[in-house]
């Protein structure tokens, strides 16, 4: 909890820090004054003012102070008592992949209502040439919706009777219009027809939903068509600068399911244009079942580990290192060997690894192959990562623990905790995801989203449900002892995600010296009550002290989208 106490201390300090850190003969780039700038920094948990020079913070302090440093061309940005907080890091977010289609798709994300969800389709068909592909690929859920249920295939074919229509509902199923079953050419496809069901009524006739595994729907999805590769150039940018609304300033990605090694081309075309507003760490996943290590080793030849620079660098392999190993409830003594032939390699490398694992009661087959690995290097300076494994057990965070692996925790069940509480019960609810027992235990945890084929890429979402235990439709599920402070989820968001980017000493907190990535509230995250959270946006969001997003009473500081200086 940030004390009004500690506040006048965290002042009295930050002006020391000023004395200390501006020399008399500069002046900062930019000032923000007079407003509640939430530092995360002990010395100086709120100040009401910093500045900025050369994309790092300058100075922090009172709004008197800072406002003196001030020269004839330094931008001059009030408050007006607006609250402001480091740049937010989602440290699993596949923000890669939805780029490349996020300008060809259909958003259903954060819609409230299944009629306002279907006008979504009914405009876009509108906009698009008769015969085109509309597609919804996932970051909703039916309870989201007043409704409360899925489209039907004759809502979809009403509201785009001259279009095809694919509506993805996380990794389980698919809806298509009525001839997008034939145009997809599915029945030609026998490992396809194998892998997918198709459902259909009390009378046996077709639903027009298709059901099926993760890999099935995701091969399902590769069937449509591609966008181009100046959609996709397009498209990185646009949800980019959608992720700066939401105060995002970086994201951890970790490659997965349609994402190829040439499917990183647009994100580097973006990067090499200067055009990037966030700050991308990715890694690589393994291109071919039982060519893990081969290919990785190919790929990683010239790319080593931290290679890049400040707005994109390659932060090593996951979260399917091997294939055997993803996600595998029963693995075999070859597949353990597999992924520890792999990780040996890795470690001697120095790269970090991030791991795909959903349930608890498997996961001591992965532990057992990392014990392995850290017996022989240890695997602590390496910041290797868990994602997922929602019901994480005592047992598996401490073993986690004394490896110095960390956790990437998401809200998945603040759309499927109702399934998860219908299987497990309420008592494996309450404890599910341990967010405090493993912040007590001293565990590295980051906080993210998973988004978006899963999950709404919206941050404040996520921090909500980290504090309040609540699905979607407002079941509440995790006990009281396990809801984090505002200020611990925050700093989940921030230094946690950090951690695993090897930033942390240099973002994640708003301290003289680092660099100068925050985002300015339309409301104060810290007061507002938590029901509400999710409806917050960023006002005005900066990287590296450049401004990267603004609105409102902001909108005329923002500068323009690749006024970075270009790569060449």
């Given at each position: 909890m940030i004390r009004p106490a500690a506040c006048i201390v965290g002042l009295l300090l930050?002006?020391?820090?000023?004395?200390?850190?501006?020399?008399?003969?500069?002046?900062?780039?930019?000032?923000?004054?007079?407003?509640?700038?939430v530092t995360l920094e002990s010395a100086a948990p709120l100040v009401q003012a910093l500045a900025v020079r050369n994309g790092r913070i300058a100075a922090v302090g009172g709004s008197k102070d800072i406002r003196a440093l001030a020269g004839p061309n330094t931008k001059i940005i009030d408050l007006d008592g607006r609250t402001v907080i480091p740049g937010l890091i989602?440290?699993?977010?596949?923000?890669?992949?939805?780029?490349?289609?996020?300008?060809?798709?259909?958003?259903?994300?954060?819609?409230?209502?299944?009629?306002?969800?279907?006008?979504?389709?009914?405009?876009a068909a509108q906009k698009t040439p008769k015969g085109t592909w509309l597609v919804v690929a996932?970051?909703?859920?039916?309870?989201?919706?007043?409704?409360?249920?899925?489209?039907?295939?004759?809502?979809i074919a009403e509201a785009a009777p001259d279009h095809h229509v694919y509506i993805q509902l996380l990794y389980s199923r698919v809806l298509l219009d009525p001839g997008g079953f034939d145009a997809l050419g599915i029945a030609a496809d026998p490992v396809l027809t194998a892998d997918v069901a198709i459902e259909r009524d009390r009378a046996g006739q077709p639903t027009g939903w298709l059901t099926g595994?993760?890999?099935?729907?995701?091969?399902?999805?590769?069937?449509?068509?591609?966008?181009t590769f100046e959609q996709k150039v397009a498209g990185t940018r646009a949800f980019f600068r959608e992720l700066n609304s939401l105060g995002l300033t970086g994201v951890i990605d970790p490659g997965?399911?349609?994402?190829?090694?040439?499917?990183?081309?647009?994100?580097?075309?973006?990067?090499?244009?200067?055009?990037?507003?966030?700050?991308?760490v990715y890694s690589l996943c393994a291109p071919r079942r039982d060519h893990e290590l081969e290919d990785l080793q190919d790929?990683?030849?010239?790319?080593?580990?931290?290679?890049?620079?400040?707005?994109?660098?390659?932060?090593?392999?996951?979260?399917?290192?091997?294939?055997?190993?993803?996600?595998?409830?029963?693995?075999?003594?070859?597949?353990?060997?597999?992924?520890y032939q792999t990780l040996r390699w890795a470690a001697s490398r120095g790269m970090e690894a991030t791991f795909h694992w959903h349930n608890d009661r498997s996961v001591h087959h992965l532990l057992e192959v990392l014990e392995r690995v850290d017996g022989e290097t240890p695997v602590a300076p390496l910041r290797w990562s868990v994602a997922h494994l929602n019901d994480a057990s005592l047992d598996s965070l401490r073993r986690m623990k004394a490896m110095g692996v960390g956790w990437l925790m998401q809200n998945a069940l603040y759309f499927r905790g109702e399934?998860?509480?219908?299987?497990?019960?309420?008592?494996?609810?309450?404890?599910?995801?341990?967010?405090?027992?493993?912040?007590?235990?001293?565990?590295?945890?980051?906080?993210?989203?998973?988004?978006?084929?899963?999950?709404?890429?919206?941050?404040?979402?996520?921090?909500?449900?980290?504090?309040?235990?609540?699905?979607?439709?407002?079941?509440?599920?995790?006990?009281p002892e396990e809801l984090p402070t505002r200020e611990q989820a925050l700093r989940l968001y921030t230094l946690g995600s950090a951690w695993f980017a090897h930033d942390d000493d240099r973002r994640g907190s708003l301290a003289v010296g680092k660099l100068a990535d925050l985002a300015v509230l339309s409301r104060d995250y810290m007061t507002v009550p938590i029901g509400e959270i999710g409806g917050?946006?960023?006002?005005?969001?900066?990287?590296?002290?450049?401004?990267?997003?603004?609105?409102?009473?902001?909108?005329?500081?923002?500068?323009p989208s690749g006024t970075r200086p270009a790569r060449r």
């Open positions: 930050g002006l020391c820090c000023l004395a200390r850190a501006q020399p008399a003969d500069t002046a900062p780039d930019t000032v923000l004054l007079n407003g509640k700038i989602d440290s699993h977010i596949h923000a890669i992949r939805a780029g490349l289609t996020f300008t060809t798709e259909v958003q259903w994300i954060g819609v409230p209502t299944l009629a306002a969800a279907l006008e979504r389709i009914r405009t996932g970051g909703w859920s039916e309870r989201q919706f007043v409704e409360d249920r899925w489209p039907t295939q004759a809502e595994n993760n890999r099935a729907i995701s091969n399902l999805f590769n069937r449509l068509p591609r966008p997965g399911y349609n994402l190829s090694v040439p499917d990183y081309q647009p994100l580097f075309q973006v990067w090499r244009d200067g055009g990037l507003t966030l700050r991308v790929l990683t030849q010239v790319l080593p580990m931290g290679f890049g620079d400040d707005w994109l660098r390659f932060n090593g392999i996951g979260e399917t290192v091997t294939w055997g190993m993803y996600n595998n409830e029963a693995p075999s003594e070859a597949q353990k060997e597999q992924l399934a998860f509480l219908g299987q497990r019960g309420a008592e494996a609810a309450r404890l599910s995801p341990p967010v405090v027992t493993a912040l007590n235990m001293g565990l590295h945890v980051g906080g993210g989203t998973d988004a978006h084929r899963v999950m709404s890429f919206n941050p404040f979402v996520s921090l909500q449900w980290m504090l309040d235990g609540r699905t979607v439709s407002g079941v509440s599920m995790r006990a917050l946006r960023s006002l005005l969001t900066l990287v590296g002290g450049r401004i990267v997003y603004a609105a409102g009473d902001y909108a005329a500081f923002e500068t």
